[in-house]
């Protein structure tokens, strides 16, 4: 049934990262039904993604029955 977000328009504590220590950054993201589109920050080809990767982070997406997602890191191909 998708996604949605308290507190604000769009899902925060998405980052992109690079392979280089010190790389992430936080990216703008959209929800798209059941999707998270991400913008690339301009000049950075990133390696990975990941969500709620602090201390403490804000916790702002849901799924259709109110459960948040986990903290994750994924690889992009």
Do not use: H, N
């Amino acid at each position: 049934k998708g996604l949605v977000t308290y507190g604000t328009d769009r899902p925060i504590g998405f980052e992109l990262c690079a392979d280089e220590p010190g790389s992430c950054r936080y990216a703008d993201a959209q929800l798209s039904g059941s999707q998270v589109k991400l913008t690339v920050p301009a000049g950075m080809t990133p390696t990975r993604v990941r969500y709620l990767w602090a201390d403490s982070p804000p916790v702002t997406l849901f799924d259709s029955s109110g459960a948040p997602p986990g903290p994750f890191e994924l690889r992009l191909q």
